[in-house]
């Protein structure tokens, strides 16, 4: 079961039974994988008919390639807000990664499928995406360099860091389960402090 | 196409043909999903007939128990050989880490499916395999406290920072890209360097 609602998710999709349709494809990958769910499955647990499905979505790719395109876009929106707010390097990568990781424990069921899913995308959609994940490293990685040219990060190897710090976000996705591990922004807050030490954080100057 | 060969992964499987169809499962469900797979795409990926599969596996179940038990087998031993080094806490850490990863850059294809294909596990494998994962977790948390009750780690929460530690080795195994990503040794080096400052480490005394 996923934690977020579609109305969370997807809250500029109209109709309602488009959202609904993106909601039972999240449910029914996650349950079978991406490969052995049908558009029969997908229409089944929306309530509705594989034609009725077919006036909103034409294909079972095409409600994958939705669902991480809008996934994709979501955190890099959360990213480039992060870091393209009016303080210091030290408090824009706190944000950075409160936001990051707390969006991939809230939304985990979404999370898996856009991250384990990206091969079954069909190549324009592939490209799409991969246009977004490029984006969203671009500007971790400017954003670490920021502070290690304001000498408050002292990083070795940007590229693999900021590689490293996505990567503590994205598997947050794989292991999270909200009745065992701390609530969304509780672990966000922890994982900024690791990432921050990581990036061998100094007082701001 | 996994970096690993059957000989690497399974030495110890025999005959020849088991360790061949090991192969052939990890690269079928590597390339559709555990689920969309057959065990006759299995044995024609291995040049045998589904009869001569089922002489080795009853299932295909069987196999994926297989390939996620050796698997964390081999990781736990990694992870408790480090741990038990006579070292201090800092470089057994610094062993642990540099191993942990470099095994997930390196079996990246078998790593996936060992750690997103759990919930496909018949309830009796799973239990084996959480048994197993939950001593890996154990062991890193160990190593952590004892670091910090010797003074060479400063760590606000035990548990989380263990995971983080896991979990950023774990997601290699999604990301690594042999042709793109720095050599598995080299990335665990780095990696290593990055988690002890997630430790706080101090010089050793």
Known sequence: MTATTPADLWPEVRPEAARRLLLAAVESFARRGYHATTTRDIATAAGMSPAALYVHYPSKAALLSEISRTGHQRTLALVEGAAAEATDPVRRMRR????????????????????????????????????????TEETVRALIAEGVAAGVFEVDDVRTTARAVLSL????????????AEPPEELGRRYADLVLRMLGTRPVA
Not at 97 to 118: C, K, M, N, P, S
Not at 169 to 180: C, P
């Open 169 to 180: 976000g994205i598997d947050v996705a794989r292991w999270y389960n909200e009745r065992t």
């Open 96 to 135: 950075l990664v409160e936001d990051f990781t707390a969006w991939h424990a809230r939304a985990h069921t979404v999370g898996r499928i856009v991250q384990y899913e990206l091969r079954a995308l069909p190549p324009e959609d592939f490209a799409v995406v991969a246009e977004l994940r490029r984006r």
